[in-house]
């Protein structure tokens, strides 16, 4: 089992660029979260994925979207990217339901210049 | 409002003593309560976990940790530090999602192993 994937691991992106993200969920799993985690932070919640769909959000601009495909993989968008959004971006995924464990991702490091 | 609070950001034990990193949860609910690892260069690892039942809970790599709903906390601890410990430790809360979780984290506390 490869466990939750994500790519790339690293990226340099100009302000005003737009990026995006990627990740595989760990087999099983059918739902994805992403974090960013600012350095020397905590991670913070950005959005949840389940059945394609967008379920919850943090409080985070609409320059981030996401999407989930068919096979639970999912991809995380920033667009219109601003020097603060440099950190690194976690994925996590789960089975479904409210007992359930979250697994990580090594996370994409995006840095902004 | 729902929230974690690590209050010590950084911590420095000597190799072979006890530990405990503390956590206090704001959160109206039941919770669910994790204690996650990371490691320089590396992802979140999932030391141990809380749902219900037993108060205390045994993790991996030694660790464990008690839930006191008394004091809305759930401090992590080791009765004999490793060198390997060092590292980042994230306590975070798993809030309602649908009918999922999503994690509410703390800071962190960073710990320091002295040889």
């Known amino acids: 089992d490869a466990g939750v994937t994500q790519s790339p691991t690293h990226l340099i992106k100009t302000r005003g660029q737009q990026v995006t993200l990627r990740c595989s969920p760990k087999?099983?799993?059918?739902?994805v979260s992403w974090y960013q985690q600012a350095l020397g932070q905590g991670p913070q919640f950005i959005f949840q994925?389940?059945?394609?769909?967008?379920?919850q959000r943090g409080n985070f601009p609409d320059r981030f979207s996401g999407h989930q495909f068919p096979n639970y993989s999912s991809e995380l968008n920033v667009n219109a990217l601003l020097l603060g959004d440099s950190a690194l971006y976690l994925c996590?995924?789960?089975?479904?339901?409210?007992?359930?464990?979250?697994?990580f991702g090594q996370g994409t490091r995006l840095t902004v210049v | 409002a729902q929230s974690v609070t690590q209050p010590d950001i950084h911590i420095t034990v000597s190799e072979g003593a006890s530990l405990e990193l503390r956590c206090n949860y704001s959160?109206?609910?039941?919770?669910?309560l994790f204690w996650y690892v990371q490691s320089p260069g590396q992802g979140l690892q999932l030391l141990l976990k809380?749902?219900?039942?037993d108060t205390l809970v045994q993790g991996i790599k030694g660790f464990e940790a008690e839930f006191k709903r008394s004091q809305s906390s759930f401090n992590l601890r080791k009765p004999s530090v490793h060198w390997s410990d060092a590292a980042e430790y994230f306590c975070?809360?798993?809030?309602?999602?649908?009918?999922?979780?999503?994690?509410?984290w703390g800071l962190g506390t960073s710990l320091a192993v002295n040889p």
């Open positions: 809380y749902f219900s039942g």
């Open positions: 959160y109206g609910a039941t919770p669910y």
């Open positions: 996590a995924s789960s089975p479904t339901g409210m007992n359930t464990e979250a697994f």
């Open positions: 994925y389940y059945e394609e769909e967008e379920r």
């Open positions: 975070a809360v798993g809030a309602r999602a649908g009918n999922n979780r999503k994690l509410i």
């Open positions: 087999s099983g799993h059918d739902t």
